[in-house]
């Protein structure tokens, strides 16, 4: 059952860059963006690695892309004829045994011939001890039973080569409906690959109106290569020469690549590249090391120094003695 109901366009392959492991592939598409926004872009081949789609508008456009994924969509291989193709398989069958019924009496027929056998009468009483045979009925006999099965093996090789072209067809028919059937294997399903985009942009009261947009898609497919080699033409008396480069280039990626731009390149499309971090470098004088701080960071378990003190203040104070009050109001020992 095919998925999904979104406006379609059709792409065009325009150009394919073939890496020294697979090759990136770039699609055309171009069509009017509905209201909604979603398109589905076909063409796209099976091959194709869903991880590695990109899409972008060309031109100056107010419309941009904000979400591009690869979607299969599958329907089965001759689902409607299902109906037909048993009545067929029915009828076949129902001829097959007819053949094979026919088949069978001819072979009954032919014992029933070939076990004619001549019989003597019984003797009598008054007959001879010796009597004559008589040989002109023997052969009448035996060329009646020649001539009879000789016509009863041919009807039955003709019955045979029939038996055999009718279970022939029966197999066939049997197998077509095998594949058309849904309980089959997923072999036999048609399946198309699509990219749906959804693109942003778009005016809220309709579509694009009468504008039309380009849409480039840029995917990777695998089972893609291309081997150099190298021809160098001179001539001894001459300093010079020619080198002449020519690529050679396979794939089964199951697209046409046609009258389509082909780039080479020589790196590894699946190996991750990233930017080198380059390290900082300080041209000019040598300067002098900036002087240390004086500050220092406290030392560990500052905080417990003064827990003591911190719960000795927090204990209530007790009353003083009279004595004690009194010698305190006395003289200093300085005399004052």
């Keep these: 059952m095919v998925v999904g109901t979104d406006q379609r366009w059709e792409s065009v392959l325009d150009g394919v860059v073939v890496y020294a492991q697979g090759a990136l592939c770039t699609r055309l598409a171009r069509g009017v963006v509905p209201s909604d926004g979603r398109v589905r872009v076909t063409g796209l081949p099976r091959t194709a690695d869903a991880g590695s789609l990109r899409a972008r508008v060309l ?65 009598r009483r008054d007959d001879p001890p010796h009597r004559t045979t008589p040989v002109e009925a023997w052969l009448e006999l035996a060329d009646f039973v020649d001539e009879r099965l000789t016509g009863l093996h041919a009807r039955l090789a003709e019955l045979d080569e029939a038996l055999r072209d009718v279970e022939h067809e029966l197999s066939v028919a049997e197998d077509r409906f095998a594949r058309a059937s849904t309980a089959g294997t997923s072999a036999h399903v048609a399946t198309t690959v699509c990219a749906v985009v959804t693109l942003d942009g778009v005016p809220a009261g309709g579509g694009a109106g009468d504008d039309v947009v380009e849409l480039e898609l840029e995917y990777g497919v695998p089972g893609a290569v291309w ?11 001459d300093g010079d020469g020619r080198l002449l480069l020519r690529a050679s280039v396979a794939q089964r990626t199951g697209e046409d690549w046609t009258g389509v731009r082909v780039a080479l390149a020589t790196a590894d499309l699946r190996r991750r590249t990233d930017l080198p971090r380059l390290g900082s470098l300080r041209i000019g004088r040598s300067q002098p090391a900036p002087a240390p701080a004086g500050w220092r960071e406290p030392p560990a378990g500052l905080a417990d120094l003064f827990t003591a003190y911190d719960a000795r203040s927090r204990q209530p104070s007790r009353p003083r003695a009279a004595g004690g009050a009194a010698a305190a109001a006395g003289p200093l020992p300085d005399g004052t």
Excluded at 227 to 237: D, I, K, N, T, W
Aim: aromatic letters at 2%; hydrophobic letters at 35%.
């Design 59 to 123: 031109g100056a456009s107010d419309v941009r892309v904000t979400e591009a994924r690869i979607e299969t969509e599958a329907e089965p291989v001759g689902d409607g004829d299902r109906d037909a193709l048993l009545r067929e398989v029915e009828r076949l069958r129902d001829a097959c045994a007819t053949a094979r019924g026919r088949r069978q009496r001819q072979r009954a027929l032919i014992d029933e011939v070939a076990a004619l056998r001549p019989v003597p009468p019984q003797r």
């Design 227 to 237: 081997v150099p080699a190298y021809r160098l033409s001179c001539r001894q008396e």
